[in-house]
């Protein structure tokens, strides 16, 4: 179990909604990881393998759910507040994706060096945390081109 | 004066977000002038208690490798734009720019001020993470802030982070709070509630 709790929750309301002209959104690493412990808490002494299938259901359908809500309402006040072309104001940026063992590095490396890498840290070290940044961000992309008209997804 | 090699490849991008080119075939190549660099000392100026060693410096590389060559991309059938400081201020000019995010975004939004040269502030309070800082850029013309809120929860109400933080807070106390029971249900505007028990159909 985490020594404490970790998400860091400042209040952006207001300065997102009428101070800024732009503002840019940034789901990270910090949003899987807390999830993950919820759901490790759901499944008790054995972790995340046994949580409910609900709490599984609600953990994939959070950040959806979560940045629609922000979205929503973060477009919805903008124009409250007389931005113009509110939507076109925000971008969203997506969980980066990092590299195992990225200290070994001291160049940029090719496509296949990331994948044996990735695979190298896949098999020894259990890091479901990694697996759920590609989904999230398919997740992150759809939200804002399904329900909010974005013109382009994360890429 | 003859076009070098680099001006006479095309644009990959006429406008932003449409690509002209495929800017993906390429090299790295090495990047020779350093833009900025992190010291130890820096954070101690933005009123953190982020030191040298804690995991939070983000300028480690710097202290342990200050000669490391830098790479940037450089595409075989086109050229990207370079940064430059005086166009980001033509499009910025009079304007303020808000990123709200976890940590990863807080260094997107550090990066991003120091390429600018800006003038940094304050954190909001004296810690180990930086949670509210705003800085000044392109001659004071351009407002730069940064707020940190992990789940990018939009919420005028402070009782609904109060309570995220609440059921953060119970997954190391163990204290069992029934409406911390995982997370996570959108109810109509402006309350966001956490409940287990609640239909995700309710979203």
């Known amino acids: 179990m985490h020594a404490d709790g970790v998400l860091s929750l400042q209040s952006f309301a207001v300065r997102a909604a009428r101070d800024a002209d732009i503002v840019v959104l940034g789901v990270g690493h910090h949003f899987t990881g807390s999830l993950d412990m919820a759901l490790d808490y759901q499944g008790g002494p054995s972790g995340a393998k046994r949580a409910p299938l609900r709490a599984r259901l609600q953990y994939n359908a959070f950040l959806p759910f979560s940045l629609n809500h922000t979205l929503t309402h973060l477009i919805a006040a903008r124009e409250a507040y007389g931005h113009a072309d509110a939507a076109a104001s925000i971008l969203l940026v997506g969980i980066s994706s990092p590299v195992a063992g990225c200290s070994r590095f001291r160049a940029p490396i090719s496509l296949a060096q990331y994948a044996t890498s990735h695979y190298e840290h896949r098999r020894t070290v259990d890091s479901p945390m990694w697996l759920s940044y590609a989904r999230l961000n398919v997740a992150a992309s759809y939200v804002p081109c399904a329900r909010h008209g974005a013109l382009a997804g994360l890429s | ?203």
């Not at chain 2, 802030?145 to 309570?163: E, K, P, Q």
């Open chain 2, 1 to 203: 004066m003859a076009l070098t090699a680099d001006q006479q490849r095309g644009r990959c991008f006429s406008s932003p977000g449409t690509p002209t080119h495929d800017y993906t075939d390429g090299d790295w190549v090495p990047f020779t002038h350093h833009r900025y660099k992190i010291l130890a000392h820096f954070w101690e100026q933005l009123g953190t208690t982020i030191k040298s060693t804690t995991p939070q410096n983000y300028g480690r590389c710097d202290r342990v490798t200050p000669n490391r060559i830098l790479y940037e991309w450089q595409p075989h059938r086109c050229r990207l734009d370079q940064f430059s400081v005086q166009g980001v201020c033509e499009v910025l000019r009079g304007k303020s720019l808000l990123m709200v995010g976890d940590s990863t975004v807080f260094q997107l939004w550090l990066s991003f001020a120091l390429l600018l040269g800006a003038q940094l502030g304050k954190n909001v309070k004296k810690a180990s993470t930086v949670s509210e800082i705003t800085a000044s850029a392109c001659g004071d013309a351009t407002r730069l802030a940064f707020v940190r809120n992990d789940l990018v929860l939009y919420t005028s109400n402070v009782g609904d982070l109060m309570s995220a933080k609440r059921c953060d807070g119970f997954l190391s106390m163990q204290v069992t709070y029934p409406e911390c029971m995982l997370i996570a249900r959108c109810v109509p505007a402006p309350r966001v509630t956490y409940a287990l028990s609640a239909p995700l159909s309710a979203c």
